[in-house]
């Protein structure tokens, strides 16, 4: 059974994290713009479920609670021990600190009208690694998709 439920973000992001805790998978609407291109904003539902030690690592897509106490859904870009750093897809620059204990979930799947891509699929795992790797270049391919798909403001 499906519900959709809207309530204020810090709230509901820990009733996630306490769903994830007991080994559900949760379905969320992607609302802002710092995973664009690839996670898009209202258009996307993204499948957060429980994870392994071994899940954590540069690439893969979490959402998780910063050090400044924030929830973020954005891609591990290093990994040292028990530390993270993590970026949005479709920020330059802009990156937050996190531990592994804020690590309320990764992505399982990701749904786009009515296809669903699994976060294992091969294509998806390419994705993922080439996006991370061009890291330093990406500010051009984004600046183009900004220009071609313009930001609309988010409403609280």
């Given at each position: 059974m ?8 810090g ?8 769903l994830?805790?007991e ?25 957060i ?19 400044k106490g924030?929830?973020v ?26 531990t592994?204990d ?42 183009l ?10 409403h609280?």
């Open positions: 499906t519900r959709k439920i809207t309530k204020d973000k709230l509901m992001m820990e009733e996630i994290a306490q994830i805790s080994g559900k998978n949760v379905s969320i609407t992607a609302k802002g713009y710092s995973m664009n291109p690839f996670v898009r904003h209202m258009e996307d539902t993204l499948t479920g429980p994870w392994q030690d071994s899940d954590i690592k540069k690439g893969t897509a979490a959402l998780v609670r910063t050090t924030e929830y859904f954005h891609r591990i870009i290093e990994r040292k021990g028990e530390h993270l750093l993590l970026e949005g897809d479709g920020n330059i620059g802009q990156k937050e600190r996190a592994l804020g690590i309320a979930g990764i992505m399982h799947s990701i749904t786009r009208k009515n296809r669903t891509i699994s976060s294992k699929n091969l294509l998806w795992r390419i994705y993922s690694w080439t996006w991370v790797a061009l890291r330093p270049l990406r500010r051009y391919p984004l600046a998709w900004r220009k071609l798909n313009p930001q609309q403001p988010l609280r």
